[in-house]
């Protein structure tokens, strides 16, 4: 007998021993424990918006051998405002948006931060905290959600993000006639092939997507007919009110809703004020306001 099973009491008669029973293997089969569900993919918690910080630049230099790209050029921007840069071809603006970033460093003067120097910011932090359209941003073979998400890539799975910065820039029926956010990109390996002016779309929309406290947009609708610019200024003002923002371009259209206009010109500042009081003062910013103004 077993020595864990009970004694029979005494007055019962001792009964049989129990067969045996065939193993269960040889009957069912065993039961299997019930995997426990997988869990529900989260999206990555929003990250706190990174402060906008005052900007200025203080008699900075920049020549490309004997030509001097910008002549002691100065400008100030308060933390959280718009400021437009215009002016034509070879007056120094994309040279100076380089310096603003630290792709390029000037021969003399500064470009300062909340007070710090670009030259003493880790080159990590400085990235971290500066979104950038430039004219000639990549085209990643990806799809389009990886396209605008490769900013931050711990949002991609955020859809009421994605969602508000691609409104923003007009992109939904772009978005339906493609297949939806995960459709691939470029005719390389099978993809869709977008036209000129909805790869600019989603360019602006990888900039604001990273939610960054400097924004610098070069040339950002370029690629763009006058009447989409402007149909896709209004809810792209909104995304950006909160950051200190450096928008570089040849329209007016774009930058007659920044807080401060400067027109460059030879590399240093020609101009500055808001688009009535520049309108109205009859210098160069007027007169190329008058040239395009049919446009809007």
Known sequence: MDQFSPMPFA????????????????????????????PVPQPAAAPAP????????QNL???????????????????????????????????LSRLLTGVYLADSGSVCYDGRNVTEIRRKGLYQDISAVIQDFVHYRFSLRENICVSDFRRKEDEEHIRNVTDAVGMQEMIQSIGGLDC???????????????????????????????????????AL???????????????????????????????RHADKIIVMKAGKVAECGTH????????????????QAKWY
């Open 276 to 291: 009535e009081e520049l309108k109205n003062a009859g210098g160069e910013y007027a007169r190329i306001w008058k040239a």
């Open 184 to 222: 691939e990109l470029g005719s390389e390996f099978g993809g869709r092939e977008l036209s000129g002016g909805e790869w600019q779309k989603v360019a602006i929309a990888r900039g604001l997507f990273k939610d960054s406290g400097v924004l610098l947009l070069d040339e950002p609708t370029a």
């Open 11 to 38: 007055s019962q008669s001792p009964q049989p021993a129990p067969q045996p029973v065939a193993s269960q293997s040889a009957t069912a089969p065993a039961l299997q424990p019930v995997p426990a569900p997988a």
């Open 50 to 57: 990174q402060p906008a910080p005052a900007l200025w630049c």
């Open 61 to 95: 230099t920049k020549a490309y051998g004997p030509n001097l790209a910008l002549d002691r050029f100065n400008i100030s921007v308060p933390a959280g405002r718009i400021v437009g840069l215009l002016g034509p071809n070879g007056s120094g603006k994309t040279t």
């Open 225 to 255: 007919d006058p009447i989409a610019e402007y149909e896709i200024l209004t809810g792209f003002l909104k995304l950006i009110q909160r950051r200190t923002s450096i928008i570089i371009s040849h329209r007016v259209g774009i930058c």
